[in-house]
């Protein structure tokens, strides 16, 4: 079975082809990216329509491999911006009906968590799970991922972009942010919540501009007093939560994940408590469409298709409303 994965939340338009046996096959996408400002979902949306085309052709011709073999279109239904969801949704539609294979709409969050398990060989961990959108602390449990503790607020990736957006940066804005804080000597005292396995980041992001518009401060120990302090909450929330749950598997996943300085700190902690850690590989930390295909083909062996009359987005999808018949 080879299955084309269509990711399609945000800024990043991540097409791919899977086989059942795991084997990613070929992984094409393009991100939508700005000089100044953050994501305006408009235009992420024109991007994917945009270029959906050229990056399909370019997916074939990568793996050789020929549209009639394809026995499944899976595609990211939701969490997501509204205007790139639709525009994904469409595409997967028409290109299902036209192959007449099964459609299977993927939520997002699950998506990151079963490729980490596919590639990490995990069975049964604590996922951090940090992206733009979405910061939870996940557990398997009785048939659904359940959401252990989350963010009150903002996403980390998303109060990171802000604070960098205020700073005159473009999008992605996390990545410059880390660039500086490597730089970072002196640590300053910022807003540090946590409550029980939950987390609140946008008076962190609010405090950190204040600091760095202090003359005596230098940008670069403000992006690493930011870092540290969300850090170590995630940190904090995760040895709770498999202290909670007597499990011995620490994953991280989402685009956040690529943080060497989170990992380095959930390694040492997962290491004290004598827990396996592990991260997948950068590439699937982003959005992506083999996670999606991954995901697809889970839910296509287990019996599971959408319908094309429900396949509309569903901008709100939680990770702890999906079913995981797959996994016992």
Known sequence: MICLGIEGTAHTLGLSLVDDKGNILCEKKKTYTTKTGGIHPREAAQMISASFGDLLNSLFEGSKASRNRIDAVAFSQGPGLGPCLETT????????VLLDVP???????VAHIEIANLLCGMSDSVVVYVSGGNTQIISFEDKKYRVLGETLDVGLGNAVDSFARDLG?????FPKVSALAEKGKRFIELPYTVKGMDFVFSG????????AAKKENTLEDVCFSLEETAFCMLAEAAERALSHTGKTELLLT???????????????MAKERGCRFAVPPDFTLGD???????????????????????????????????????RS
């Open 89 to 96: 949704a469409v595409a997967s539609r028409a290109i299902s």
């Open 103 to 109: 459609l299977i709409g993927v939520n997002h969050c």
């Open 169 to 173: 940066f473009g999008h992605p804005g």
């Open 204 to 211: 962190l992001a609010t405090e950190a501009l204040k600091q």
């Open 254 to 268: 989402g685009g956040v994940g690529r943080s060497k300085r989170l990992r380095e700190k959930l390694s040492v």
């Open 288 to 326: 992506n469409g083999a996670m999606i295909a991954w995901t697809g083909i889970l839910a296509l062996k287990s019996g599971f298709q959408t319908p094309i009359k429900e396949s509309q987005p569903i901008s709100n999808w939680r990770t702890d409303a999906v079913e995981v018949p797959w």
